[in-house]
């Protein structure tokens, strides 16, 4: 198993600008932050196409993917570690959106947080943006799920589509 997601990661870092060494370093780190093998390869996949997405380098990636392995291990995403990564130039709108729309799916009504919060950053003390949804949205950006799934997930066909155009972007 572990020489199948190394195989994985390999031929991603082929593909892109990203160190297989990194990547596997934090792989690492996520798995002994309890998330399993599978789900901790999809989620650094899905970081490093943040990160190309943000147009934040690998270096940027990596201590982002450092971070939210911490986060992912206390439980749940909070302010100080969404502040590493909108220093890594990667806490955009496009990622506060996917995490939002996740977030619905699993029932957490962020809209009214942010109302009465007054900001995505502010609503983080609420402890809504946990590891489950982390991960999970890190899966999209990584293609990490059928439509199949994603519908049995919750998710509408409107936003299976939508997320299915992410992973390909």
Known sequence: Q???ALDELNNYSDDTIYNLSEMARNVGTF???GVGLKDS??????????????????EQASTAMYQLSQAIASGTV???DWNSVVNAGMG?????KQLIQTAKVHGV???QMIKDEGSFRETLQKGWLTSQILTETLGQYAQAYSADQ?????????????IQDLGAT
């Open 150 to 162: 994603l519908k049995a997930m919750g998710y509408t066909e409107e936003q299976i589509k939508q």
């Open 31 to 33: 798995t002994a932050a």
């Open 2 to 4: 572990v020489n199948k």
């Open 109 to 111: 009504n962020v809209d």
């Open 41 to 58: 390869v999809s989620s650094i996949k899905g970081i490093a196409n943040l990160a190309a997405i943000s147009g934040s380098s690998s």
């Open 78 to 80: 909070k302010l100080m």
């Open 92 to 96: 955009g709108e496009n990622f506060q």
